[in-house]
Nanobody
Framework: QVQLAESGGGSVQAGESLRLSCAAS????????MAWFRQVPGEEREGVAV???????NYADSVQGRFTISKDNAKNTLYLQMNSLKPEDTAMYYC????????????????????WGQGTQVTVSS
């Protein structure tokens, strides 16, 4: 089993920054994909950024250039640095993990991810 715990959400003004954290514990394989998703009530959960255990990253077009996903392997913690926040970034943000037995691309297909955190709310006001 894997446990994921997000933190760092809050309420900010447009243009400000936040850093989300996701502490991971449990049985994490040497090959994995970790991701940040977000969801607004009534809408589907969308992928924001992904990071493969090998270090490669990918971002949704809507956050490219503003958000950065990173991981501190010593702390087993995934981060999402969010700069130049916009009101449309308001959502519940979730951390997710996919354990792999072999290398495969890291995508934002929700069905690929077995492990999820409880989420942390981000609210951006104009």
């Amino acid at each position: 089993q894997v446990q994921l715990a997000e933190s760092g959400g809050g309420s900010v003004q447009a243009g400000e920054s936040l850093r989300l954290s996701c502490a991971a514990s449990g049985r994490i394989s040497s090959i994995y994909c970790m991701a940040w998703f977000r969801q607004v009530p009534g809408e589907e959960r969308e992928g924001v950024a992904v990071r493969h255990s090998g270090g490669s990253t990918n971002y949704a077009d809507s956050v490219q250039g503003r958000f950065t996903i990173s991981k501190d392997n010593a702390k087993n913690t995934l981060y999402l640095q969010m700069n130049s926040l916009k009101p449309e970034d308001t959502a519940m943000y979730y951390c997710a993990l996919r354990n792999d037995d072999w290398w495969r691309p890291c995508t934002t297909n929700r069905a690929d991810f077995r492990y999820w955190g409880q989420g942390t709310q981000v609210t951006v006001s104009s």
